[in-house]
């Protein structure tokens, strides 16, 4: 499977951005999901998850300001971001969950004024 975010950009604190991952392969519908992100210096880290059946887990961070969908029909996995903050600025990356060994290009995110 290949995956491709795209999606990110500048946005002010309090803004939102919808981040668009398009994977490849036919097996995209039975595979958990998940979206990454990595900030610098820090370790990437799973920020939300969802299952091929479509249920969903947040760390606590994120929770209630982020929120991830799939559509299998498009091989599509979103991640829709709300009331950003600074510490949301990061490189944000979607894989499965848990991640292939493969990582594709991640979208940068930067929240600032």
């Known amino acids: 499977v290949q995956l491709q975010a795209s999606g990110g950009g500048l946005v002010q604190p309090g803004g939102s951005l919808r981040l668009t991952c398009a994977a490849s392969?036919?097996?995209?519908?039975?595979?958990?999901m998940g979206w990454y992100r990595q900030a610098p210096g820090k370790q990437r880290e799973l920020v939300a998850a969802?299952?091929?059946?479509?249920?969903?887990k947040y760390v606590d961070s994120v929770l209630g300001r982020f929120t991830i969908a799939r559509d299998n029909a498009k091989n599509t996995v979103y991640l829709q971001m709300v009331n950003l903050k600074p510490e949301d600025t990061a490189v944000y990356y979607c894989?499965?969950?848990?991640?292939?060994?493969?990582w594709g290009q991640g979208t940068q995110v930067t929240v600032s004024s």
């Open positions: 894989n499965a969950n848990p991640a292939f060994r493969s």
């Open positions: 392969g036919s097996f995209f519908s039975i595979i958990d």
């Open positions: 969802i299952t091929s059946g479509g249920s969903t």
